[in-house]
């Protein structure tokens, strides 16, 4: 709440800074709504890095906005941002679908549209001029090497059997995970039997559960691909009480706990998807929309594998 | 046995409805797939089930009393979230008396605006579910909380621990079961619970102080679910701040399925844990069957449904009543 305070704070007087200077292009002034900041860690932190490389940047004035998941306050908030005639808007969709309207009347102000992090459904791509964040086919597609380059590794690439555990049936993020694992193993591993996938629905503790069902099920398993690493841990959590060792544990959107299991030797791999390179990825496509320069419509920023090998490149993640 | 009278028969199956809707779906989901019935399957589903468990015996109470508890699930990632970080800052010793502390003061203001405010249950609880979120989510600024060090604590006990080969969470779930058993059926207090859900007015005219006992019923409510709670934070180590959402249904499911009356007045511990039980094995033998999920989610109410019907039946004698 104190964040979205001072950002209101900010907000006002960035606004008479704008009236005063009246419309020099010298500084541009760039408004944001958030989905829900507080609501998890990745979010928190996002909307901090955004505010640092927001103030680090002197050509940018920034409104900081969170909709605290609600579509209609999300939908106030956008027709705010147009009220102050800012130069360009990045929303985070509370809801891919509900915000198009909104999206829309932006874009018939002339006001460049920015979505970050997840994107809005398709109809509305016409009004929106790029989409900043993580390509999810591609992480789902990269787990799916790391776990067949293991297994080669290993010599089981012929004969292992991996469970798959996806995020909450619905969720763009969770089903284009999954596609790309799909797509991608049988390519690289086209002999590594998937024997089974069932939701875990972004949660720790329903994962563990999941992952219990499999081991009882099973008695052999040699990887699990889990949507997220909260997932993937509750899913190792499982197979510790089990006594069940061996197996090839990977996840993606790297979170402290997986890092740390990486650290401990249980968890071999994940995907390092960073919210403050989220966040200036985003505020960078903004400014670059601004300047006229050319943008790709879907301008992914990177999210590479992270293993056991390799994890000393990366800092823990803060989330 | 064969001194049975159909009408000696048709009592045991009022009586005993949801056991035998339990004992059949036991059974079909053996045939389906035999490991089903292992000894580490049924710890597995027990133990899981046990922190819904838990919560749902204090909600039994709530709901004899007459009134709905809508707030248990955000009040356990509370609980969750509050001892994790306590955890750290203070040690577990001190740390899990904070916890309950902390959580028994919701549930007291609860049960002021319910018992002694008389206030609408549903409204009151259902405002506490969002209030309580809201709570978490300032505490714990967002974040994931976890345990430090990991392995150096004797806090996960509660949660990974099992004493004569038995998990503590299962452990845990039937003490506070037969102890919470035991006061609603044996003692003076348990029945007036039953006759402030029954009819709140006479009972008052019996000079029963309903305030207090309703008061008392959402105490214990959020004591069960500061064991949870506890019992979450100690079987991983580390928490999500919204671990406890949309239990608060699956809560109310198991007590209804159990058989207590959303109306007040009826109900048993021990049925509410066969509730339970039904409940975490149904979710669990669908997915040894391996059903894909959204198949689950159909088959899983299905199954319900049915429980509760055979439930009703067996209470009137026959299927259907054409006099409702």
């Known amino acids: 709440m104190k964040t979205t305070l001072t950002a209101a704070l900010v907000a006002s007087t960035t606004l008479t800074g704008t009236a005063m200077a009246g419309s020099h292009s010298d500084t541009m002034t760039i408004g944001i709504t958030q989905n829900n900041v507080g609501v998890d860690s990745y979010q928190t932190t996002y909307e901090k890095a955004f505010i640092a490389a927001a103030e680090a940047n002197d050509m940018v004035e920034t409104v900081v906005l969170d909709a605290g998941g609600d579509v209609a306050r999300q939908i106030a908030q956008m027709e705010d941002l147009i009220q102050q005639e800012v130069d360009a808007i990045i929303i985070w969709p509370t809801n891919g679908e509900a915000v198009i309207p909104a999206v829309r009347k932006a874009h018939q102000a002339d006001i460049p549209v920015i979505v970050t992090n997840s994107n809005i459904a398709e109809q509305g791509f016409d009004f929106v001029s790029s989409f900043s964040g993580p390509d999810n086919i591609t992480q789902g597609k990269r787990s799916a090497e790391i776990m067949c380059d293991k297994f080669k590794d290993m010599g089981i690439e012929d004969e292992a059997k991996v469970v798959h555990i996806t995020g909450q049936p619905g969720y763009t993020t969770a089903i284009e995970r999954a596609k790309g694992f799909d797509d991608r193993l049988p390519e690289v591993c086209p002999n590594v039997e998937q024997i089974d996938k069932q939701p875990g629905d972004w949660n720790r503790e329903k994962s563990q559960q999941v992952m219990e069902a499999f081991l009882v099920k099973y008695d052999d398993i040699d990887g699990v691909y889990a949507g997220d690493d909260n997932m993937g841990v509750g899913a190792l959590n499982a197979a510790k009480a089990a006594g069940r060792d061996g197996i090839i544990f990977v996840g993606a959107t790297n979170f402290a706990v997986g890092y740390e299991a990486m650290q401990d030797g249980d968890y071999w791999g994940s995907i390092y998807q960073s919210p403050v390179d989220d966040a200036e990825a985003a505020l960078k496509t903004a400014i670059d929309v601004l300047n006229g320069e050319e943008v790709p419509f879907l301008n992914y920023f990177d999210t590479p594998k992270i293993t056991q090998e390799n994890q000393d490149e990366y800092d823990k993640p803060v989330f | ?324």
């Open chain 2, 1 to 324: 046995m064969a001194t049975l009278t159909k009408q000696q028969i048709g009592t045991v199956l009022a009586k005993q409805g949801i056991l035998i809707a339990f004992a059949i779906f036991m059974i079909v989901f053996t045939i389906a797939n035999p490991k089903f019935l292992t000894m580490d399957n049924l710890f597995s589903v027990v133990r899981s089930s046990a922190i819904l468990g838990i919560m749902a015996l204090g909600v039994t109470f709530v709901v004899i009393s007459g009134n709905l508890d809508l707030s248990v699930g955000s009040m356990m990632s509370f609980s969750t979230i509050v001892v994790l970080d306590l955890h750290d800052e203070l040690g577990p010793l001190l740390a899990i008396p904070a916890m309950f502390g902390m959580t028994l003061c919701l549930g007291a203001f609860i049960g002021f605006l319910v018992g002694y405010l008389r206030l609408n249950s549903l409204i009151v609880t259902l405002g506490m579910l969002s209030a309580i979120h809201g709570l978490t989510l300032t505490y714990s600024g967002g974040q994931n909380m976890d345990i430090a060090d990991k392995e150096g604590t004797w806090f996960s006990i509660f949660g990974q621990g099992s004493a004569l080969g038995i998990p503590m969470p299962i452990l845990i779930f039937l003490g506070l079961a037969a102890i919470l058993g035991i006061i609603l059926s044996k003692t003076p207090f348990g029945r007036k619970i039953y006759a402030v859900g029954g009819n709140g007015t006479a009972a008052t005219f019996s000079g029963i102080r309903r305030a207090r006992t309703v008061f008392a019923c959402y105490l214990i409510s959020a004591f069960c679910v500061a064991t949870a709670g506890l019992i979450q934070a100690s079987r991983s180590l580390g928490s999500q701040n919204t671990v406890g959402q949309g239990m608060e249904l699956e809560v109310l499911a198991a007590v209804i399925l159990g058989g207590a009356s959303l109306l007040g007045g009826s109900g048993t511990i021990f049925k509410t844990v066969i509730g339970v039980l039904i409940l975490g094995f149904i979710q669990n033998g669908l997915l040894i069957m391996g059903l894909e999920f959204y198949v689950q989610y159909v088959v899983t109410w299905v199954i319900i449904i049915l429980a509760v019907w055979l439930d009703i039946a067996a209470k009137r004698g026959k299927l259907w009543s054409s006099i409702a």
